[in-house]
């Protein structure tokens, strides 16, 4: 399953990305202290009575072989010779003793003949062979600044890891999408965060930040390839004791004490995070420095999504299961601005691009409702939504606004279903739906640089990407706001 999709920007990756150095011997040895590498549940023992289970299986595989061989080929007389064949290979390889024949043998032998030739250029069976394939391997390695990069969270067969995808657009209409490379996570991963502010030196980098079943926050590079350690954790766990039956738990210092729902990244005050989590709080950290900065317990259950407004970057929103939205000024973060409540649990929630005073929120039975913060001055209706609307036939797990298009918004839901909605005058129209065969939708991103492509995430895995612009009706209504030449619809 694709549980985050995250678009960077164009030009924010290094052309050429780095391969990290190898661990040192230390480095290794305190991964294998934290169990990193290690699937939950697995244990020493368990792998050491696996690999017994699996040589007995081999071992009574190939006594069963050769005894079919034998019966087969006395059964049948004269026929049965080539079954014998058989037989007598069997035994001739004795896989019974494979595993012990390696003393003695030369793995690296001069070959037939003792042929040796001082370099690979006199080799003429090397000459020229690797040339093509060095040169495609070194553009596939090429991030383009042209080229649209999604990150993936995602789980399979039990292993979680980071998907860097290259989307290369082209003018026919066609698209070319590959993976560049992948990291390997610890933990089920559960939300993701793009961010610019560069933790080594300089200017800018290329960091995403990933929330997880586990309390601590981690930061990677993306222009590191191969890399198996995060640049930086914020929070986590620093010890764990056990005593008898009981496990004891110690924290690091600022740290979530659960999973990570949700993360925000302020691109205004751009070493600033905010992180939403299961232990009914909210933080916000200085990736800098990497301490946490402030804690806000405004909720009173699980809190599942915050949001920086782009417009006035000191506020910020949080959505929790205990179906309230509460908007906060963390320049006094002790003081709850304003607070709404709704009528499910929240899912996602989205400030408005186009407009400071205005967000919406989707809700767990299906449900999307806009509100504007000016209502908040009038005490009667400080609670009511601008709208109401009954989206998806389930959760609604994640919306986004178009980055271009005022009012259009795209909604994803566990229902299979991702639909576009023009939101105009506070009456909400639905402009197009698809189902994109990528199962439960976890997650959903309009791009920056291309406004118009909207990438999905799901249940089944696999990566896709809308051009909502391909579609009449978006076109018809929302067009104009793209640069690209629209084709005319068929007329008969």
């Known amino acids: 399953m694709i549980s985050a999709v995250t678009w960077v ?3 924010a990756s290094k052309i050429s990305p780095v391969v990290a150095e190898p661990p040192s011997k230390d480095e290794i040895e305190e991964i294998l202290k934290t169990g990193a590498l290690r699937r939950s549940g697995d244990s020493d023992e368990d792998e050491q009575v696996d690999m017994d289970v699996d040589d007995s299986k081999d071992a009574d595989e190939v006594a069963h072989a050769l005894a079919t061989a ?14 014998q064949d058989i037989a007598d290979g069997l035994r001739e390889l004795d896989m019974d003793h494979y595993d012990d024949e390696d003393d003695g043998i030369e793995l690296f032998s001069t070959g037939l003949g003792d042929v040796y030739y001082p370099s690979n250029d006199m080799d003429p069976y090397l000459q020229n062979k690797d040339d093509d394939n060095d040169d495609e391997e070194i553009e596939d390695m090429t991030i383009k ?8 969270a995602r789980n399979e067969d039990e292993v979680s890891h980071l998907e860097v995808w290259i989307f290369e657009e082209s003018e026919d209409g066609d698209s070319n999408m590959y993976v560049h490379h992948d990291i390997i996570l610890p933990a089920f991963p559960l939300c993701t965060a793009w961010l610019d502010c560069n933790l080594k030196s300089g200017d ?3 960091f995403i930040a990933v929330g997880s079943m586990e309390p601590a926050i981690e930061i990677w590079d993306l222009d590191l390839i191969d890399e198996v350690q995060p640049f930086l954790v914020l929070g986590g766990v620093s010890k764990k004791k056990k005593k008898g039956k009981k496990t004891s738990v110690k924290y690091k210092k600022g740290s979530h004490r659960d999973s990570v729902l949700g993360l925000a990244w302020n691109k205004e005050v751009r070493n600033v995070l905010a992180s939403a989590s299961a232990d009914k709080t909210v933080k916000i950290w200085d990736v800098v420095s990497g301490k946490c900065a402030v804690t806000v317990e405004h909720h009173r259950d699980k809190v599942q999504a915050v949001a920086w407004n782009q417009h006035s970057p000191e506020v910020l929103l949080s959505g929790s299961f205990d179906q309230s939205i509460v908007m906060m ?3 006094s973060s002790n003081q709850v601005s304003n607070e709404w409540c709704v009528t499910a649990d929240v899912e996602s929630l ?6 400071e005073h205005s967000f919406v929120v989707s809700l767990e039975n299906g449900t999307v409702q806009g509100f504007d913060v000016r209502a908040s001055l009038d005490t009667d209706s400080s609670s009511k939504p601008s709208f109401t609307l009954h989206a998806h036939d389930k959760a609604v797990s994640s919306v986004s606004y178009n980055p271009a298009a005022p009012n259009f918004l795209a909604t994803g839901s566990t229902d299979k279903m991702v639909k576009l909605w023009d939101l105009s005058n506070n009456q909400p129209s639905c402009v197009a739906s ?13 791009s920056d640089d291309s406004p118009f492509l909207l990438a999905i995430g799901g249940s089944k895995g696999r990566l896709e990407v ?3 612009l391909s579609d009449l009706g978006v076109g018809g209504r929302f067009g104009k706001y793209s640069n690209r030449t629209i084709d005319p619809p068929p007329t008969d």
């Open 350 to 355: 989205a400030w408005d691009p186009h407009s």
């Open 434 to 446: 698809q189902n994109p065969k990528a199962g439960a939708i976890f997650s959903i991103a309009f």
């Open 70 to 83: 034998e019966a087969l080929s006395k059964d049948q007389g004269d026929k049965g010779s080539h079954f």
């Open 466 to 468: 809308w051009d909502t």
């Open 204 to 206: 800018k980098g290329n």
């Open 329 to 331: 000024d963390m320049r």
């Open 9 to 11: 920007p164009k030009g």
């Open 145 to 152: 600044p042209t080229d649209a990069v999604i990150v993936c």
